[in-house]
């Protein structure tokens, strides 16, 4: 005997919201994610190691003769001038030279001298290229104020201005220091040579150029060999920066390339650029163990020196070379990609629901990323996506 359900309306609303609450489970839930909208903004790419400063023009000062050096009344940091004496050597007794050594010595004193010729006429060389350059770079910049050339032209025609300067500081620098070495050989020949001659009470040590003390390797009177180092001096004012990357990284980086150095004690952000990139790699192991290969670049600081001056030989940077800028580029967090088919792809919320969409990307700096196609302005994008996230599925942003 059947009961009609119609006498039991509470057994037909039971079964209907088992029903219901059986369709409500196992139907999909919207899926919970976090967006972002895509956007315009400027787009750096850099590599960012640390570095440190250094003098560009350093000379070891060593003795010029065996003999007793007095007590050094320098300390680092004083300020020297060229030919300044810095402390005097009394020689020992002068011993009769047989005709192979002095042969020797005297060739010695003909080389320093052909060497001060040479370096002379390095330096009118470089000094002629400087002019040169300085000429081209004025010419360009009127010319680059009336835009009618190319800024690439305009900032290569800069670097090159700037690097035959160095050249030629290098160059004046190096006439210096072998005009001092020929002053030294021909102290050795004069105070060794001639047995017959009386010997002097004191031979003086002067400074090859004008600076502060940099290093003093002696201070107390005492015995000292010809060529043994006393101390080096060098001029702060001349400051290069010294940075070690990956190789991998290096092959990136030309010369001319700007760098940006923050993080050294001072409030704004010093500019420079890259002038050498060592041709020799070194090894060198990291805090984790691991061993790199590592290349040095050298850069020139290109802001005012007044900003920088406080900065000294070994001072730490954080040196961030510019591979890549833009200041208005199509881009979303590097953390809304994912790979497909190939490719690029990422979630876009249309309507409450994950559409799949394949993109072309640009530039990337490891947090973002250039979008080149596939995307435009004001795109929601769904960030960090999960294996939950499929395309057309339903979600509910965060």
């Known amino acids: 005997m059947q009961i009609p359900l119609r006498k039991h309306p509470a057994i037909t609303i039971t079964a209907m919201l088992i029903i219901v609450l059986l369709v409500w489970g196992f139907w999909p839930q919207p899926a919970l994610v976090e967006t972002i909208a895509v956007k315009r903004a400027p787009?750096?790419?850099s590599v960012e190691e640390e570095g440190h400063t250094r003098v560009i023009d350093r000379y070891i000062i060593s003795a010029q003769v065996d003999g007793v050096a007095c007590r050094l009344q320098l300390n680092v940091g004083d300020p020297v001038k060229k030919g300044q004496i810095l402390l005097n050597i009394t020689p020992l007794e002068s011993q009769v030279l047989d005709p192979r050594s002095r042969a020797q010595t005297e060739a010695k004193?003909?080389?320093s001298k052909a060497a001060l010729r040479s370096a002379e006429e390095k330096a009118h060389a470089a000094s002629a290229a400087e002019h040169l350059a300085s000429n081209e770079f004025k010419r360009l910049q009127t010319l680059m104020n009336k835009r009618l050339i190319s800024r690439d032209a305009f900032d290569k025609a800069s670097t090159m201005a700037q690097t035959t300067?160095?050249?030629?500081?290098?160059a004046d620098f190096n006439v210096e220091v072998a005009r001092y070495e020929l002053q030294a050989a021909q102290t050795m020949l004069e105070y060794?040579?001639?047995?017959?001659r009386e010997p002097a009470e004191r031979v003086p040590v002067r400074s090859p150029i004008s600076g502060r003390i940099l290093k003093v390797e002696r201070e107390c009177k005492g015995p000292v060999r010809t060529g043994e180092s006393l101390l080096e001096v060098g001029d702060p004012s001349a400051l290069e920066i010294e940075v070690d990357v990956l190789s991998a990284d290096a092959v990136k980086i030309k010369p001319g390339m700007k760098v940006l150095f923050d993080r050294w004690g001072g409030e704004q952000i010093l500019e420079g650029t890259v002038r050498i990139i060592e041709p020799v790699g070194f090894t060198k192991v990291s805090a984790l163990g691991v061993e790199e290969q590592r290349v040095l670049i050298i850069s020139d600081?290109?802001?005012?020196a007044e900003q920088w001056q406080r900065l000294g030989d070994g001072y730490r940077v954080e040196a961030r070379f510019i591979l890549w800028q833009e200041d208005d580029v199509l881009q979303v967090p590097a953390s809304s990609l994912f790979r497909h088919n190939h490719g690029w792809a990422v979630f876009v919320v249309k309507n409450g629901n994950?559409?799949?969409r394949e993109i072309r990307v640009g530039q990337r700096n490891g947090l973002i990323a250039q979008i080149l196609e596939?995307?435009?302005e004001d795109d929601i994008v769904i960030n960090h996506p999960s294996d939950e996230v499929e395309d057309g599925r339903s979600v509910i942003q965060r």
Not at 165 to 170: D, E, L, V
Not at 301 to 304: G, K, M, N
């Open 43 to 45: 787009l750096i790419i």
């Open 109 to 111: 004193a003909a080389a």
């Open 165 to 170: 300067t160095a050249a030629k500081r290098s």
């Open 192 to 196: 060794t040579a001639d047995n017959n």
């Open 301 to 304: 600081f290109t802001s005012p």
């Open 354 to 356: 994950a559409k799949l």
């Open 374 to 376: 596939g995307l435009k």
